[in-house]
């Protein structure tokens, strides 16, 4: 029960990341997942049981697109692109996300 | 909300496709997080459970449950087929050599299935096919008679048989057509009641024969054949019906034979109801029809021999003068009509069969070797949990995909080949051979293709897929990609079907090496005339005019008195029986005066011609000894023969034959004297040795129909209007007919044998091709393999020549095991070809010598290439590319 709620507390978040790890160009869901583990400084680790949930939802959604390539060793692998509307939704929910913590962040230094 | 739903929807449609990509998308991660582990120190087993543990265990529940739903194999033969078809394109290049070989292999295999199925399994489409059969006349105790049947004894036995249906003979009949100007003569047949329905065939317009029309008294009618119908009647369709005047009688076309019909395959144009009067109906003694019969349901060939042979035992009693020793000869009408070319076909698939196994051979080694560059990705899916079946499966989908691809490829090539080969037989000696003209593309061989090109992709594909499916993953994903099918079992694999490759190109080479030799000889063998610049045109005499012999003499001789004066011809003469024209054979029986006799009908049988003096200058058969006719061999004068060489060694070893007599068997004539020998004329197969022949002069025994024999100056083809004018102006009754060069003759002869000799040899060049494609892949391969190797031998100081010598022998010794087995093989299977050779024999040593040496020297070479990278590597770079 518990793990269900943090999922889908998680979940408007792990969106957000994914799409704003897509903002520098398309990426393969490996490396979508190393870099917000890297830039997180090891501090999110996703799981691919959510990750690629995540990533086909946003897909059927129309905010990120998905395209078959070769991969830096030469392999096929699929590359999520980020679509207009994603670039949007990003945007929107950054705000939503900065007002958010903001509002947190304040809260928790003054209170 | 719009967009959703079409995703929605399509993803529901495209279900598998989505399937399928995500499992290759979740794959795709499992290695990359395995790499990463492997980096970060973790040893590769370690490192993929660790992979599969972040997973949670997906992709193994996937693969598993995937296996568990066995109805859905067609859907993952789909996805199998989808994913095939992209590994091939992945490697375009690899790919299109390897179809390229199977095409070559499906094209031989195709085209000799097409000769075979129209030409010996199905070389006529007649109704009740099964049951009909021929039947033949010939001396007990003879193997495989098939001598003509006289007319009593045929009357014999289609009244006494109770094995057939239905007998009816056939007899080959020439007509002249005569419709106002100058007559034409054409071949055709006379048949007896029932012809047309024993074999179920209907005329494409008009009608076949009705029993009345065989009746005495009923109006005389004819069917023509389609070919004869086009050329003469432009293919009008009124022609029904339509008076023509042949042989100097009115006759009534009654039907048009469709197109494929020309039994019984000698040419002929025309079909007439054959009646026999009372006498002519009860003749033993003269042989000339052909008998073909229908077996009543449920009789086999074997009662019908037992019940026509008691028929024939009862006459020999009966009519001991004409019978004795004659029996009955019972063939399947198949069998019958096939036995000239039947003999090819083993040779033919055989052949082409090597070719296939050859390029399958080749193609499988080409997909070992990139299975090996494929073990990382099989071994992931096989720690992934698919099962060794489903990895085999996958596998051997791909490579019968790759099969069909180049089936298609092998197709097109034979519809091209298949048009080759039939402008190859010129249409005068096609005409012979049954089914040819329903030789080509057809649903039967485009069936065969398909299998063919299905069980060839089986075969290349299965020891690669085995042997990749064997692989251990814990190897495959530890190692660099390149270890693995470069172990023993591997290398003995690859070095075994190079063997293979040799050994099949190297027997199919001796075979075209034998056939080449033999074609060689043939072209070269003194054929006893002199074939170029000679023209023959046949000159009948028509049946009604001519009774006196001095007519038909007086017409000839000043026939070709006028030929003669013509400026570009150097000599002339005429004869009845064209050397090499296919006009069949007249025989005589003789007896040497002065030599022990032979009981009737059992003395020996020699070839009789009969020939104008200027005949032996004109075709270029030289004299031996005597002299040759002159004109004073007259009627008048004591008859005189000329006999060949054959006839001088058969009946008077060492004696000198001039002056000696001989006389006819047919009793009728004077005893002859024998005044010189000529030169050996080749018989009919160019091949064996010549028939005795016994020439007599046309003056004295004057034939009706004769064959003018024109030595030109010139090209000779230009004074056929010429002498069709002379002919002409001395009687427009007299037809001209069956025009052309002697070159021609011979060559229409040899069309069969070059032919043979040509596909063959495009099989073994092709053969010799595929298998250096092979040892050179192969040792490119090894050299590739082992680049570290060299360059550290290169860089502690071996000599280049030494690398060189290290990779050749590998090859070397590959090919030498290959040449070996391939020696043994040809020496066995050669024999088989014996029928075709001549003036060479099927072990004949130089040819087996010097092809082995030229399959060497070309898999030196192969090896040679690669061998050569190897002295280039560079130590540095080969160092480092590990």
Not at chain 2, 57 to 74: C, H, I, N, P, T
Not at chain 2, 291 to 315: C, F, S, T, Y
Not at chain 2, 350 to 364: E, K, M, R, Y
Request: aromatic share 8%; net charge positive.
């Amino acid at each position: 029960m518990a793990r269900k709620k943090k999922t889908d507390m998680l979940q408007g978040m792990l969106d957000l990341l994914i799409l704003r790890s897509l903002r520098g160009g398309p990426l393969n869901g490996w490396d979508v997942m190393q870099r917000i583990q890297v830039v997180s400084g090891d501090v999110f680790r996703v799981i691919p049981g959510s990750l690629y949930p995540a990533l086909h939802r946003l897909e059927a959604s129309g905010l990120v697109k998905a395209e078959w390539g070769a991969s830096d060793n030469n392999r096929r692998a699929k590359f999520y692109k980020m679509t207009a509307a994603g670039k949007k939704q990003l945007d929107a929910e950054w705000e939503t996300w900065k007002r958010f913590s903001g509002a947190v962040e304040l809260i928790l230094r003054d209170a | 909300m719009l967009s959703r739903l079409k995703t929605a929807l399509g993803a529901l449609l495209r279900k598998t496709l989505v399937e399928r990509e995500l499992d290759e998308e979740l794959r795709y991660h499992i290695e990359r997080q395995t790499e990463q582990n492997i980096r970060s120190g973790m040893n590769p087993e370690e490192a993929r459970r660790e992979a599969l543990k972040a997973f949670g265990g997906v992709g193994q529940a996937k693969e598993r449950s995937r296996d568990a739903r066995g109805v859905r194999w067609l859907e993952e033969l789909w996805q199998d087929l989808r994913f095939g078809a992209r590994m091939l394109l992945k490697r375009p290049g690899v790919t299109f050599v390897a179809a390229l070989a199977t095409a070559l292999g499906i094209c031989a295999n195709t085209t000799i299935f097409s000769v075979v199925h129209s030409m010996i399994m199905r070389p006529f489409n007649f109704a009740n096919q099964e049951r009909l059969i021929a039947v033949w006349e010939g001396n007990t105790g003879d193997v495989n008679a098939r001598g003509p049947v006289a007319p009593g004894n045929f009357a014999d036995w289609r009244e006494h048989n109770g094995a057939c249906e239905r007998l009816v003979a056939i007899e080959q009949r020439y007509f002249d057509l005569s419709d106002g100007d100058q007559p034409e003569r054409f071949n055709g047949y006379r048949v007896t009641e029932g012809f047309f329905d024993m074999l179920g065939v209907k005329a494409a317009y008009g009608r076949a024969f009705l029993p009345e029309d065989s009746e005495p008294g009923h109006g005389r009618v004819v069917a023509i054949s389609h070919k004869f119908w086009l050329r003469r009647f432009a293919g009008d369709p009124k022609v029904v019906g339509k008076a023509l005047t042949l042989n100097g009688e009115n006759f009534t076309v009654i039907g048009i034979m469709g197109p494929d019909f020309n039994y019984p395959y000698r040419g002929g144009e025309m079909w007439a109801p054959l009646v026999f009067d009372a006498k002519a109906g009860h003749d033993r003694e003269r042989h000339f029809l052909r008998v073909i019969g229908l077996l009543k349901p449920g009789v086999g060939i074997k009662q019908a021999r037992a019940d026509l042979g008691e028929i024939a035992r009862h006459a020999e009693r009966q009519f001991p003068e004409t019978n004795t020793g004659r029996g009955v000869y019972v063939y399947s009408l198949k069998e019958d009509a096939v036995r000239g070319t039947a003999v090819a076909a083993p040779i033919l698939i055989g052949a082409s069969i090597f070719v296939l196994l050859i390029s399958c051979a080749n193609v499988a080694n080409l997909l070992l070797a990139r299975a090996a560059t494929r073990r990382q990705e099989i071994a992931v899916r096989l720690a992934l949990g698919a099962s060794r079946r489903r990895i085999i499966r996958q596998l051997l989908t791909e490579s019968v995909l790759l099969g069909t691809a180049g089936g298609a490829l092998g197709l097109l090539l034979s519809v091209w080949a298949m048009g080759t080969l039939s402008h190859g037989i010129p249409e005068d000696f096609a005409q012979f051979i049954p089914g040819y003209e329903r030789f080509g593309m057809s649903w039967t061989v485009f069936t065969f293709t398909l299998l063919t090109s299905l069980s060839a992709g089986a075969l290349f594909g299965l020891a690669p897929a085995w042997h990749a499916a064997r692989t251990d993953f814990n190897d495959a994903l530890k190692g660099d990609g390149k270890g693995g099918s470069n172990t023993g079992a591997g290398r003995r694999l690859r070095g075994a079907l190079v063997v293979a490759e040799v050994a099949l190109s190297l027997t199919l080479l001796i075979g075209a090496g034998l056939l080449v030799r033999s074609l060689a000889e043939t072209l070269r063998a003194d054929l006893g005339v002199r074939p170029e610049n000679v023209l023959a045109l046949q000159v009948a005499l028509p049946p009604d005019g001519y009774r006196e012999e001095s007519q038909r003499i007086d017409f000839f001789t000043r026939l070709l008195r006028d030929i003669e004066a013509m400026p570009d011809v150097a000599d002339a003469g005429a004869v009845n029986i064209v050397p090499f024209s296919m006009m069949g054979a007249n025989t005589v029986g003789v007896q040497i005066v002065g030599q022990p006799t032979f009981p009737k009908g059992r003395g020996p049988i020699v070839h009789h011609r009969v020939a104008t003096p200027g005949y032996f200058k004109a075709i270029g058969t030289a004299l031996r000894k005597g002299r040759l006719f002159t004109d004073q061999d007259d009627a008048r004068a004591a008859p005189v023969v000329l006999i060949n060489e054959a006839v001088a060694r058969r009946f008077f070893a060492g004696r000198d034959p001039v002056g000696e007599r001989l006389k006819f068997g047919d009793g009728k004539r004077d005893t002859a004297e024998i005044i010189g020998v000529v030169t050996d004329v080749k018989n009919e197969d160019l091949e064996e040795q010549a028939d005795p022949t016994v020439y007599a002069p046309f003056a004295q025994q004057p034939w009706r129909q004769m064959n003018l024999i024109i030595h030109a100056r010139q090209d000779p083809a230009s004074l056929a209007s010429a002498v069709r004018g002379s002919v002409r102006a001395l009687d427009r009754g007299v037809p001209v007919s069956y025009v052309k060069t002697l070159r021609r003759m011979i060559d229409e002869r040899l069309s069969p044998k070059r032919m043979m000799t040509l596909v063959i040899g495009v099989f073994a060049a092709a053969a010799l091709l595929l298998a250096a494609v092979g040892i050179y892949a192969v040792i490119s391969y090894v050299v590739a393999q082992r680049t570290r190797e060299f360059g550290i031998r290169l860089a502690l100081g071996a000599q280049s020549g030494a690398v060189l010598k290290l990779v050749i022998g590998q090859g070397l010794k590959l090919t030498l095991i290959g040449v070996a087995l391939g020696l043994a093989g040809a020496f066995m299977l050669t024999r088989a070809m014996s029928f075709f050779l001549f003036g060479v024999t099927a072990t004949d040593p130089l040819t087996f010598i010097s092809v082995s040496l030229l399959q060497a020297a070309v898999a030196l070479l192969a090896c040679y290439l690669p061998a050569r990278r190897a002295t280039k590597v560079d130590p540095l770079i080969a160092l480092k590319a590990e």
